[in-house]
C-alpha cells in the first residue's frame, strides 16, 4: 500500500544569496577585510562560482501512477493529487536560480527523491517506474539521458553545490557575518562534492566525473581557506600564523591551476572557449594571480616574523621573494585584463579588482623590501641568504569538507 504524504515533507534552509548568470563560472567581488601592517588590499580578490546543471522538464507522473495500479493494485487516480504535486516539484527545481529559494527547492526536491526511492524502483528494468532524465554538463553542456534515479540525484546534488557556491561568492566578506557564512557554504560545497565523488561511480558526463568533483571540492575549500585568511588579517593576528595560512592558499591554488589545465587537454573545457575568455583561461589565470599573490602574502609576513625574531637577513631574503612573487601576480593580472573584456560573461570589474589588489600587495612589498635593505646596508650588515636555500614555508591548512 503507498502511503499518502511520503513525498512532501517541509524541507530546506532559508540562506541568502546574489544573482548569478548560467553557464559560465562567474566572479562576484565584495570588499576586502584591509590591514595596512600586512599589506592586504582594500578590495576583495573575486570567487569562482560554479554553474547549474540544466535539465529538460519530464513527466513523473504517468509511470507512478502506473506503478501504483500495477504493483500496489490500487486506484491511481486516489494519489492523483501527490503525483502532481511531486511533478510541480520537480518543474520548480528545474527553474530553481543560485539563490536561498533555489537551495530550499533543490533540498526539498531531493529528499523527496530519497523518499521515493524506499517504495519506487526508478530504472529501466520491465515493471518498474522509468522515467527519461536528461541533463547537460555544467561544463561543455552536452545532454546525458539515463533512466537511474541515482543520476537524477546526482545531478541534483551537484546544482545544490553549485548554488551554496554562489551563495558563498554572494556574500560580503567585509562583514563578520558575511564572511562566516561564505566559509560555512564553500566548506558545506566542498563536502557535497565529495559526496558525489564517494558514492556515484561511473559518471557518465564530465562534471560528474571524479577528476571534476575532485577538483570543485580543492577549489571550494581553498576559497574556504582564503575567507579564513581574511578573517586573520582584520583580526590583525600575528605574521606567522597569516604567513602558514596563506601558504597553504598559495600551494592549493597552484594545484587547482594545474589541474584546470588537466581538464582542458581532455577536451571537458572547449579550446575555443579557452581563447575566448568564456570558461577556461580567465579562471586559469586567476588561480595562478591568486597563487602568486598569496605566495607574495605568505613571504611577506613570513618576513614581518623572523624580522621581529631579529633575523634580518632572512627577513630580507624573503621580502625578495615576496616582491619576485608580486610582481608575478601583477605580471598575470595583465595577461587576464587582456582578454576578459573580450567578452561580456565575465563581470567587468574582475579585472580591476584584481589589478587593484595585486597593484596594492606590490606596492606594500616593495616597500617593505626597500627598506630593509636600507637598513640592512647601514645598520644591521646581516648575512642574506641565497633565497633558493629559504626553508620551505609552513603551511596551516583551516578547511576540511
Not at 566525473?209 to 585568511?229: G, H
Not at 581574511?230 to 606567522?240: H, I, M, Q, T
Not at 581532455?266 to 591568486?290: M, S, T
Request: net charge neutral.
Amino acid at each position: 500500500m503507498v502511503r499518502r504524504g511520503l513525498w512532501l515533507p517541509a524541507f530546506g534552509p532559508a540562506l541568502a544569496v546574489a544573482p548569478a548568470g548560467r553557464g559560465v563560472w562567474r566572479l562576484a567581488r565584495v570588499p576586502l577585510c584591509a590591514d595596512a601592517r600586512t599589506g592586504a588590499p582594500d578590495p576583495q580578490s573575486p570567487f569562482i562560482q560554479v554553474p547549474l546543471k540544466r535539465t529538460d522538464d519530464l513527466d513523473w507522473a504517468s509511470p507512478l501512477k502506473r506503478y501504483i495500479a500495477d504493483v500496489y493494485q490500487e486506484d491511481p487516480d486516489d494519489y492523483a493529487p501527490e503525483c502532481a504535486t511531486f511533478h510541480q516539484l520537480r518543474n520548480d527545481m528545474r527553474g530553481a536560480g543560485p539563490d536561498s529559494t533555489g537551495l530550499d527547492i533543490l533540498y526539498k526536491y531531493y529528499r523527496q527523491l530519497e523518499l521515493l526511492d524506499l517504495r519506487f524502483p526508478v530504472d529501466e528494468k520491465d515493471g518498474h517506474v522509468k522515467v527519461h532524465f536528461n541533463w547537460y554538463d555544467a561544463f561543455t553542456g552536452r545532454a546525458t539521458a539515463q533512466h537511474s534515479l541515482a543520476y537524477e540525484k546526482a545531478c541534483v546534488i551537484f546544482n545544490i553545490a553549485a548554488t551554496l557556491t554562489a551563495m558563498a561568492s554572494g556574500q560580503t566578506r567585509s562583514e563578520v557575518d558575511g564572511l562566516k557564512r561564505a566559509y560555512r557554504y564553500l566548506q558545506c560545497a566542498a563536502g557535497v562534492f565529495n559526496f558525489i565523488n564517494d558514492n556515484f561511480l561511473h559518471a557518465p558526463s564530465a562534471d560528474l566525473s571524479r577528476e571534476s568533483v575532485k577538483v570543485l571540492s580543492q577549489l571550494t575549500l581553498a576559497q574556504a581557506q582564503e575567507c579564513m585568511l581574511e578573517k586573520s588579517l582584520g583580526e590583525k593576528k600575528k605574521p606567522g600564523l597569516i604567513a602558514k595560512i596563506a601558504a597553504h592558499a598559495a600551494e592549493e591554488y597552484a594545484k587547482i591551476a594545474d589541474q584546470f589545465g588537466e581538464l582542458e587537454k581532455k577536451g571537458w573545457i572547449d579550446k575555443a572557449w579557452l581563447k575566448l575568455v568564456q570558461v577556461g583561461v580567465p579562471y586559469v589565470l586567476r588561480q595562478a594571480v591568486k597563487a602568486s599573490y598569496f605566495n607574495a602574502l605568505a613571504q611577506y609576513n613570513k618576513g614581518l616574523a623572523v624580522e621581529a625574531e631579529v633575523n634580518h637577513g632572512e627577513a630580507l631574503a624573503r621580502y625578495t621573494v615576496a616582491e619576485q612573487a608580486a610582481k608575478e601576480a601583477s605580471r598575470t593580472v595583465r595577461e587576464f585584463s587582456t582578454v576578459s573584456t573580450n567578452t561580456p560573461l565575465i563581470p567587468h570589474d574582475a579585472a580591476a579588482s584584481l589589478a587593484e589588489i595585486t597593484k596594492s600587495n606590490q606596492s606594500v612589498v616593495s616597500e617593505k623590501k626597500a627598506k630593509q635593505t636600507h637598513d640592512n646596508d647601514m645598520i644591521y650588515h646581516a648575512v642574506v641568504p641565497n633565497t633558493n636555500t629559504l626553508q620551505s614555508m609552513e603551511k596551516q591548512p583551516l578547511t576540511a569538507p
